[in-house]
């Protein structure tokens, strides 16, 4: 080494957004939740005995015996883009394989597209209460972030977004999770979708879509996803990690097909777009015909989980908290009484009894104490006994915090 | 579906920058050479059939029935970083664990560090001719690109640099790659190399080394790359895709320890960082002492895949050609005589010869004619009795071109 290691005097020059980069409230919950022995509701994480490992195996080994390709440098594959037009026929979209752009997940879909449609400083439109992923990605635009609030029962307010659109925002884009929303749990109404889908067309402004849940939902009332209903305005997300498995990286997006060219041109810029053996083991895996049991089978015990932890509740905190019975994804939004503040209870929680979520204010696109009293469970990772044992755990805890009230000790 | 399909006159506003987004000359280059017979000298591809395709098979499966955790959300595999610490020593590297990110390859790796460093408009400095994904990567910024020249001897011209930074200019970066050059084949002397450092640290100005061939040498004399000269201002960027396989999209960052927590939350803001599948087959791949040997049998084919195809070059081109033959990485810059429009010749080569490369004026940062007689041809990719023929059918069709002067036809 000609020059000695790092002096602390010396300082690289960073770009000027990436000086205000902090770690996220919510990556310093998870890293206390994470702690060995902690039983855990603060996640989106899938439940991991399910994952079909054997099956992977078996694609994985297939797919790198018989094709040469399997390894080399790539363009998307093919026959991926019909079975993904195939699935989203049951999803109730009508979509053509030159209408899909094959991602690293959805959140280098929502990355991709951000980065297609939005100028620095300009302006989105996303719920006060919204995934966490697609914060991080605008950080690097310094955008304009126009919020509107989510009613628990029916989804995003669509008439604060027409109040801004007709008060002249021209925003770059909606972000919306239609079904499972991440962290509320709420679905869209059907009234709220059509509505939605008109007010994007009226004003010339795309709608990002995100349905990373869509394929989970435990009743039979199926609600189309705004793609469904509009192709032109309607950029819509999908992925394999909550209904597959995350760690393969694979997800979708369905666009108008004439922003296909650009966004392979993106997506080149920031992967090479070459992931073929990933591509090629999720295909395998869907051509052996076994990804509908699964599904099927994910449904039933991700149902099953959600109506114990919904019974745990009702039995452990039949007057300190209030909550909606989600119809699909993995999550429950709980509004605990107000005074309780869930930052200082997980600490408690997870000193105490070793158990943790997510506190509301960690999710909040704004700073806000608006969300100080909730917390984000989620029902998908647990096993059932861990459920039930562990939202006694917490009702023991918040009882007590509720009675010192600010919960500090 | 509500609304009809898109209509013509609809149109979705794009980011500034975005509409300007066209398939490169390269790209287009890239279709033509890849129609069925041709024989391709055109993309930077390892040999198909020495990838180890069977052992890859046998770290997925040890991978899916061993680690629970092999499918899940999880974070960067720790075990992998020390195992590249340990690679890295052999590359004359000493680094920790602390100062790797894993990426998703080479190119994901150059699209952090971009994002991390260079402000909307900012300044960098790259050779007139190099990596043209890192072209890719640059678009989105619309940056000032200071371009110098590269001496086909001896690397990247560091006086040039020198006399940008004296007269004041500030890059936010040089990127670099420091041995087989892509599309030169030239690797930088050792005294370029102490002296460019020299100047990044006088200047603060950090320097990308992109090494993905580096572990690629023919010789047995190997210069140290950039980051063994110096870890404040070199980032290092390496990456398996060269060296293993391309299509399982895993590389490394090596930078200051300090800038890791940034640059992991651009990682995550990109794709989450959670490719624990493929950490863990290049982990297990790895661990089983695969790769040693297996890089000793890639130096040895791709050396005289390199001897042949510059034997096939003296025989067929002895005075209308001129190159030098590289030590390292996976192409040779060929200069044709003047007047020929090496455009125009691919066109002909293909239609008439079914043989590809990739013409000079594509692999220029900024639009020139200086490049128009020249090519760049890969040894890497065809086996050893193509490489001879293919080099008869270029210098046939060259020999033509070269009578017609400007190969119109």
């Not at 009234?191 to 994007?200: G, W, Y």
């Not at 076994?290 to 009702?314: P, Q, S």
């Not at 998908?380 to 009882?399: D, T, Y």
Request: hydrophobic residues 40%; contains cysteine; charged residues 20%.
């Amino acid at each position: 080494m000609l020059y000695q290691p790092t002096s602390p005097t010396i300082k690289v020059r960073v770009a000027n957004w990436a000086k205000n980069i902090k770690s996220s409230m919510l990556q310093e919950m998870l890293s206390v939740a994470s702690k060995p022995g902690i039983l855990s509701f603060a996640l989106g994480l899938p439940a991991p005995e399910l994952f079909p490992s054997s099956q992977m195996a078996q694609a994985a080994t297939q797919v790198l015996s018989d094709d040469a390709q399997a390894l080399q440098y790539g363009p998307p594959y093919r026959p991926l883009k019909a079975q993904i037009v195939a699935m989203m026929r049951q999803r109730g979209v009508d979509c053509r394989e030159e209408q899909i752009l094959i991602t690293g997940g959805a959140q280098q879909g929502m990355n991709l597209l951000t980065r297609l449609l939005l100028n620095p400083g300009g302006q989105v439109v996303v719920e006060k209460l919204t995934y966490t992923g697609f914060h991080q990605i605008l950080e690097q635009f310094q955008p304009g972030i126009l919020t509107v609030p989510t009613d628990y029962n029916s989804g995003i307010d669509v008439e604060s977004i027409e109040k801004l659109l007709r008060r002249g925002a021209r925003p770059a884009l909606i972000y919306v999770i239609t079904d499972g929303h991440n962290p509320l749990g709420v679905s869209l109404s059907l009234d709220k979708r059509i509505r939605l889908v008109k007010l994007a067309r009226q004003y010339c402004v795309p709608i990002i879509e995100d349905d990373a849940y869509g394929l989970l939902n435990y009743d039979n009332k199926h609600l189309p996803p705004l793609r469904a209903l509009d192709e032109d305005f309607v950029f819509y997300i999908g992925s394999f990690s909550k209904i597959l498995a995350p760690g393969l990286r694979v997800g979708w997006l369905i666009v108008p097909e004439s922003l296909i060219p650009r966004l392979s041109i993106i997506k080149e810029a920031t992967d090479i777009n070459t992931s073929t053996f990933a591509h090629r083991v999720v295909s395998a895996y869907l051509a052996a015909g076994h990804l509908e049991g699964h599904l099927t089978a994910l449904r039933r015990e991700y149902r099953v989980r959600r109506d114990i932890m919904i019974n745990a509740l009702r039995e452990h905190f039949p007057c300190s908290a209030r909550w909606h019975e989600p119809t699909s994804g993995v999550f429950i939004w709980v509004e605990l009484n107000e005074g309780v503040d869930t930052i200082m209870l997980l600490k408690t929680a997870v000193e105490e009894e070793q158990v943790a979520f997510i506190p509301g204010a960690a999710l909040s696109v704004t700073p806000s104490r608006r969300y100080d009293n909730c917390i984000r469970l989620n029902f998908s990772n647990c096993a059932p006994e861990f459920i039930k044992e562990g939202i006694a755990r917490l009702a023991r805890v918040s009882e007590k915090c509720g009675r010192n009230i600010s919960c500090h000790h």
